[in-house]
């Protein structure tokens, strides 16, 4: 786990933690480079440690990273450093969809749709760059405070495919389309399968397939039946339970083709709610039986065995004409939906089976026919070249001309194309592949959320149609978004640069601007706009600046630290903003080191950073006279010095009771308190009391005696 504080990549300085997952932990951090706030998601240790995942994450992080769209989390870098892996994101004030699920039970049905198709707007986006996002759940969709719906992980949960179903998945296995269940192969209809199932969470709460473990769960995905949403919430409208039972089929052709699709059938859902406009195939048809002619049936057999071959070889392209081809929507417009006929009869190993064994006897057949005819073709050409050879009659060749002509005549009036998709293209890409193809053209042009300016947002005829050359194409240019987010950077810029950034987005910035106190950014530059940065606004609006004010001014409640040490103290004070001075005093009453008094009292209000003072302890002010006879002059200065006191007047006295040289007496008895610095006087013995011859003589030599210290008593 990453510490505050910590740098990475010399760039990226770590604040906190904001969440974590299977796979990684995400941080909010700031990117002093362009003075921002983004999310970081770091790879857990055991990812980081194996190569391969490494090599396929750091590939599909980047592929991500060209990815932009207003629904889609920006990926603005992926680097590494000091073995930590790491990718930046645009930061997302807001909550997760699973939390959002948790926290309301369960969705509105209109705003079920808006979220799904928010989605899967931003799943178009992705897979129109052929780039499928393996694990759509609620885990991986954020919803900011203004209500914008993101799709986030993609390079991660790309990079994640290929790693084993365990029970740290738990959390993705519950959307898990069949397909990835089984190993198999996914594509963009993997996505949509996950997106169903989400739909479904939000609508009743729940999650169609619960288990004991991950295998148990996936297990239900291939074979389980899926309780139709209505039985559990009766409200939702008809058009969207079917909806979600399209997405979640099992078999991937009977689902929706693209989020195109998707996202048509649930603007139809708004406004059409209980019509029956979601055309679900089925692989039991319950139909009238229909007789065909040999003409049709051989018809039939060329068709299929094209589409057998296009499906063997494993061209993506030849299995999505396969699918549009086989379940066409004719057949089932009139008919009324059935919940008990999505049961899993239709998906069962043996129904697969029995499939793969008629279409490889199919393909055999088809080989056969095409050897069969190609020695036709050979046997007719060298008829002809034979005919030639014999000059055969020239009105046969007019005739055969003729008729050619009259052939070309009739195909070149019945000649069609199929349709591309033009959307994403330049108009004078658009129109060149239109001309290309023999079609006529009008371009008209609007506003597009989902096209930069330029564009194609919208064309006539959809992809794949079947239309007569000469036709006339209608195409819509996008000129650009009619609303457009308002930068999240441009906080720490000053009002010039501010109103250049916004200016150029097409926004017109207010001459008023309002002031908000900080603590972060300096007095004067932006700190935010109105509307808030990272909302969306429609162009040519006014935008307000919000400038700071410099930190706000805190009063704090200064408490009472009298009785506590000088560090404790000290410590409390500073916790809330105040500064703290100190002095020292004696004091009877509070012990050495503690607090005797402070400047400010308990209780009253004070700015923050206001000087307090306090006084500390360095014990009391009275001293106990310490027991000195028997000491030396010398010694009784040092005990009295270190107590505090002094040596007042040195008398000297003769003793039969006391040795020469000694203290003998003190002016204040011992084990009595004093205040320090007084004077205690004391008397020095002289021994026994000499003789008078004695006396005389030791007082001829009074002028020789010295004490220890050196000195005449006297003099001391």
């Not at 065909?292 to 068709?303: L, M, S, V």
Request: glycine residues 8%; aromatic residues 6%.
């Amino acid at each position: 786990m990453l510490s505050a504080g910590m740098f990475l990549g010399n760039r990226y300085e770590i604040i906190n933690r904001i969440g974590s997952g299977g796979m990684s932990d995400v941080y909010r951090s700031k990117d002093h480079k362009l003075n921002r706030y983004v999310a970081i998601k770091v790879l857990k240790s055991e990812f980081s440690a194996d190569q391969n995942f490494l090599a396929k994450f750091r590939m599909e992080a980047q592929s991500a990273a060209c990815l932009s769209h207003p629904n889609i989390v920006n990926v603005y870098d992926v680097g590494e450093d000091r073995g930590i892996y790491y990718i930046v994101m645009e930061l997302i004030e807001g909550i997760t969809l699973k939390k959002y699920i948790e926290r309301k039970k369960k969705l509105e049905i209109r705003e079920s749709i808006e979220v799904a198709m928010q989605v899967a707007r931003g799943l178009e986006a992705a897979h129109k760059q052929h780039i499928v996002h393996r694990d759509i759940k609620p885990q991986n969709i954020m919803i900011s405070k203004e209500g914008k719906v993101k799709v986030t992980d993609f390079g991660i949960a790309r990079a994640s495919s290929s790693q084993t179903i365990s029970s740290n998945t738990m959390g993705s296995v519950h959307y898990i389309s069949p397909e990835q269940a089984r190993g198999g192969y996914c594509d963009e209809r993997s996505d949509i399968y996950s997106l169903g199932i989400t739909l479904y969470e939000m609508l009743t709460g729940r999650v169609p397939f619960e288990g004991e473990s991950t295998v148990s769960v996936a297990l239900l995905h291939i074979q389980g039946e899926m309780v139709p949403p209505r039985q559990y919430e009766p409200l939702i409208p008809v058009s969207l339970e079917k909806i979600i039972l399209k997405c979640t089929q099992k078999k991937p052709e009977l689902r929706y083709a693209s989020a195109t699709e998707l996202i048509e059938d649930l603007k139809k859902s708004l406004t059409m709610p209980n019509e029956n406009f979601v055309k679900i195939a089925s692989l039991n048809s319950d139909s009238p039986t229909m007789v065909f002619g040999a003409d049709e049936q051989e018809q039939i057999r060329q068709q299929r065995g094209e589409e057998d071959d296009a499906y063997y070889e494993g061209e993506e392209d030849g299995y999505r004409d396969y699918d549009d081809r086989a379940y066409d929507d004719r057949d089932y417009e009139d008919r009324d939906y059935d919940d008990r006929r999505y049961d899993d009869r239709d998906y069962d190993d043996d129904y697969d089976d029995e499939e793969d064994d008629s279409r490889r006897s199919k393909v055999e057949k088809v080989v056969t026919g095409v050897s069969i005819g190609v020695a036709i073709l050979i046997l007719l050409f060298v008829v002809v070249f034979v005919l030639k050879s014999c000059g055969a009659d020239s009105t046969a060749e007019t005739s055969t001309e003729a008729s050619t002509e009259e052939t070309t005549e009739e195909a070149s009036t019945a000649a069609t194309v199929e349709m591309e998709n033009l959307l994403g293209m330049t108009e004078e890409n658009a129109i060149a592949r239109l001309e290309a193809l023999g079609l006529t053209y009008k371009v008209e042009t609007g506003a597009s959320d989902d096209y930069d300016e330029g564009l194609v947002y919208e064309q006539e005829y959809r992809e794949g149609e079947t239309l007569e050359e000469g036709t006339r194409v209608t195409i819509k240019v996008s000129t650009g978004a009619s609303q457009v987010t308002i930068p999240t950077n441009l906080e720490g810029m000053s009002v010039s640069e501010a109103t250049s950034a916004l200016e150029a987005l097409g926004f017109t910035v207010s001459s008023r601007t309002t002031e908000e106190n900080s603590d972060d950014v300096e007095e004067g530059l932006v700190i935010d706009t109105d509307p808030s940065m990272g909302s969306s606004a429609d162009k040519g609006s006014t935008v307000s600046l919000i400038l700071s004010a410099g930190p706000a001014t805190v009063t704090v409640e200064v408490p009472d630290v009298t009785g506590l040490t000088k560090s404790k103290a000290v410590e409390k004070l500073e916790n809330l903003g105040l500064k703290v001075t100190s002095s020292e005093a004696a004091s009877d009453d509070v012990s050495e080191g503690l607090v005797i008094s402070q400047s400010v009292d308990e209780g009253t209000e004070v700015e923050e950073g206001t000087s307090v003072s306090i006084v500390v302890s360095t014990g009391s002010a009275k001293v106990t006279v310490p027991n000195l006879k028997y000491y030396t002059l010398s010694e009784a200065k040092s005990a009295l010095k270190e107590l505090g006191l002094e040596i007042g007047e040195v008398e000297e006295e003769y003793s039969d009771d006391s040795m020469k040289g000694v203290v003998i007496s003190q002016s204040v008895d011992s084990g009595k308190s004093v205040e320090k610095g007084t004077s205690i006087d004391i008397v020095i013995g002289l021994g026994a009391e000499p003789t008078t011859a004695a006396t005389t003589k030791a007082s001829e030599e009074t002028e020789e005696v010295t004490y220890e210290d050196g000195g005449d008593p006297d003099d001391q």
